[in-house]
């Protein structure tokens, strides 16, 4: 079954409110947390996603998925504990060696949370496969992370497809979650390929109806949309 995680980067200011409990009413999945730090992207959203993320937190039992994209995990784990997330999700770019990934690994399920590794569009895929059997989830970014409101890098397909193949041909049980210019349009093709967590921010961010398009982004590869 396809979940979807809405991004709440590009959330329009002082519609704040209004939006999160739209988002909590039209059922999404997740609420997709994006935590950059000013230094490992340019954008600092920390303060700000951290007030939100606790708002969230007081008026909904949807599951945060926060994905952080900053150079002191620790901290941000630290910091971002605080609202009970789902899962954290770390940039493997950010650790400089495979002993710091098992650390970041183990430090983040001592919260008992969920543990996710992201890989830049650059990054091969081929690095995060020791990592598999140790975390509930890959997230590939199918655009450059930084900003939301980007278009779908087409060459991310087949990379979701050669690491669904691998977690197939490894009987692992790793989640395949897709990030960036995830609408209508590239859904189905991502989906094909094997991702079962898309984030989508702008699709559904400007969305009359959050709920259509939230049905519309899970319904099952090949169904006619309604
Ligand atoms: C980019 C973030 C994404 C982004 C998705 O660095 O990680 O989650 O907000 O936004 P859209 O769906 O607009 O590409
Ligand atoms: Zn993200």
Do not use: W
């Not at 971002?80 to 183990?106: G, Q, W």
């Not at 590239?186 to 398009?213: H, Q, R, W």
Request: charge should be negative; proline fraction near 3%; hydrophobic fraction near 40%.
């Amino acid at each position: 079954m396809v979940e979807v995680s809405t991004s709440i980067l590009s959330v329009k200011k002082g519609e704040e409110s209004k939006t999160f409990f739209a988002l909590e009413a039209s059922k999404t999945d997740y609420f997709h947390i994006d935590v950059m730090d000013g230094e490992f992207v340019e954008k600092n959203t920390y303060q700000t996603m951290l007030e939100y993320a606790s708002y969230i937190r007081r008026i909904s039992n949807a599951p945060l998925d926060v994905h952080l994209m900053v150079n002191d995990i620790k901290k941000a784990v630290d910091d971002y504990s605080a609202v009970e997330p789902n899962i954290i999700t770390f940039h493997l770019e950010a650790c400089k060696n495979e002993e710091e990934v098992f650390e970041m690994i183990n430090y983040i399920k001592q919260y008992n949370c969920k543990v996710g590794i992201s890989v830049k569009p650059n990054t091969k895929i081929e690095e995060v496969y020791k990592y598999l059997p140790y975390i509930h989830m890959c997230l590939v970014m199918t655009v450059e992370p930084g900003k939301g409101g980007q278009s779908y890098l087409s060459e991310m397909t087949e990379k979701v497809r050669t690491l669904k193949s691998y977690i197939d041909d490894n009987h692992l049980e790793v989640d395949i979650e897709v990030d960036g210019g995830i609408n209508l349009r590239t859904a189905p093709e991502v989906k094909k390929a094997g991702a079962n967590i898309l984030v989508a921010g702008t699709a559904i961010l400007n969305a009359v109806d959050y709920k259509v398009i939230i049905d519309e982004l899970k319904c099952p590869i090949g169904d006619v949309s309604v």
